[in-house]
């Protein structure tokens, strides 16, 4: 959904979403860095498409096309796995080749690895930090498989997360000592680039350490929230004060651009929601029906008794429908 989402987004942003097709079929240029963007980003997207279709399958009730994906999981992970880490090698290529319009803070371009480095952690902790939200505000579309392993899981991607962490930072570190330039770092914009290194790397790394060594699942949570906030503020570094740091104008985006921002996050949240909601994806088994739903939901310790008569009510008045039929006739 990331992934369809951010293509969303830039078709909002560029306009002409008929030109879509352009680089897969019409107007080919192997040359441009873009152009693998633009391959790797449809490719990557379809093989998600295939590797979610197995909850979509079983929600319709379609076990063969179910089997079908299973039997090709193993190659569509190995897929996923190598197009993602073009992809993020291929954005970050195009930095560097821009290397001109970013000052100090923009060191994170020398290496083509930076991206990529940071992109794991990052996409680790938003995995915590979705499934602690899910847990808390979906418990009851939560089987007991899902929340008994929920917390050991969170251990684990937190230790692959502080491992990438600790690589990033190795490569920041070695693109500043690469061209000798740690007196730029007494700078102003110096110093907002070791603010972002010690909110988003550092202090993360610390507080996962410490996490993982005495098993405190909150700390982990927190810390995976901190790590996800730094590649953000990295990503508005990079793209609204690293890049052409010299021009005199600063160029703020209108607050209708805030508006569609903001709009396209709603209904990336609700589509999220929905698939929770009904495919069998944080619930070992079948997915839900609407007759399993409301008995899932009336079992929820949070729900009253008015609100348990209320999820039955429509059963309630159909068996009483039916049975005054059947007395009439």
Known sequence: ??????????????????????????????????????????????????????SFFEWIGFPVGKRGVRKITLGLTVAGIILSTLHQGALGHSSPMRRARYTLSGIRHRFNGCTFSFHLPGGLCMVIAVSTIVSKTMAWRCDDRFKENLDKLTIALAKGASMGLATYLTIKLIGIAHDNEWEYLATGWGQWFMLEIFIGVIAPLVLFAYAIKNRLVGVVRFSAVLTVFGVVLNRINTAMIAFNWKLAEREIPHWREAIISVTIFAIYIVVYRFILYRCPSSMHGKPLTRWNRQRKRSESPKLTRVRKDLLWAPAIRRRKRLHSSNWNS
């Not at 959904?1 to 830039?10: D, I, K, R, S, T």
């Not at 909002?12 to 352009?22: A, C, F, I, N």
């Not at 990557?44 to 590797?51: D, G, I, T, W």
Request: cysteine-free.
């Open 1 to 54: 959904m990331g992934y369809f989402f951010a293509v969303v987004y830039l078709l909002v942003d560029l306009g002409q979403p008929w030109r879509l097709p352009y680089p897969m079929v019409v107007s080919f240029g192997p040359a441009a860095v873009l152009f693998l963007v633009a391959w790797h980003v449809a490719t990557y997207l379809s093989v998600q498409v295939a590797e979610v279709s197995a």
